[in-house]
């Protein structure tokens, strides 16, 4: 009877040995496919949050901004303003702050409609822009109400700007239906400087433009007052 032999295994196959079960790569081996793939998600992942990013900043522009005149609105002013004076405070630099009240805008609006007001609107805003630098800025505070905010200027110049643009715009008209219709505006001016507060220098200028507007009421009727200059807020 013959002896049965046990096979051997070739040293090839001794050489052999079997990968690890549970995946681990043997030290001195890189896991380059997994680095691969890591990176590959960091860098879609930094692409979505540049994406939602971009998006939050067009939706804070959005409610910034009056979507007739394409200037900021109120809320974007303000904070224009609010950066303003703690630069002016920190860098001990200097500015003005001008409020501005259209006339009769709302008879205006009753008369002739308000694409007539928006016309008028928009066309003091143009006066405006022609008088301003790019560093200044423009916003619309309510419905005829605006505000400028002006750097670098004096108290004296700065009224001296303020009056400038009151005939400017006292000097426009405009035809509806007919008609030819004049409008303007009444100016109030707040210095900005190291103490100012942006709700007590929109208030300042607020309070001063009231005070025009009653001004302007009494040229109309002083009779000394030049007919060419008589306009009825």
């Known amino acids: 009877m013959k002896k049965k032999t046990r096979a051997t295994p070739s040293r090839a196959a001794k050489r052999r040995k079997p990968a690890p079960a549970n995946g681990n790569v043997r030290p001195g081996h890189r896991a380059s496919g997994g680095k691969d793939d890591a990176r590959a998600e960091i860098r879609r992942l930094k692409g979505q949050l540049a994406r939602a990013l971009a998006r939050v900043e067009q939706m804070q522009a ?30 001990h ?8 009240d259209v006339d009769r805008l709302k008879p205006i609006n009753d008369s002739f409609g308000h694409a007539a007001g928006d016309e008028v609107l928009r066309a003091i805003v143009a006066v405006l822009s022609r008088q301003i630098r790019s560093s200044d800025v423009i916003g619309r505070l ?21 009056a400038a643009l009151e005939e400017d715009i006292d000097r426009l008209s405009f035809a509806f239906a007919g008609s030819t219709v004049a409008t303007g505006v009444s100016t ?4 900005l400087g190291a103490h100012s507060d942006p709700a007590r220098a929109l208030a300042e200028a607020d309070r001063a433009m009231y005070v025009r507007k009653a001004q302007r009421r009494h040229e109309v009727l002083d009779p000394s007052f030049p007919p060419d200059r008589r306009v009825t807020p």
């Open 62 to 91: 959005a409610a910034e901004t009056d979507f007739l005149l394409e200037i900021p609105n109120r809320r974007g002013f303000e904070r224009e303003l609010g950066r303003a004076i703690s630069y002016i405070q920190r860098y």
């Open 93 to 100: 630099a200097s500015g003005a702050l001008i409020v501005l």
């Open 142 to 162: 309510g419905g005829d109400e605006f505000a400028l905010l002006l750097w670098n200027l004096s108290e004296t110049d700065a009224c001296a700007k303020a």
């Open 188 to 191: 109030g001016v707040s210095i």
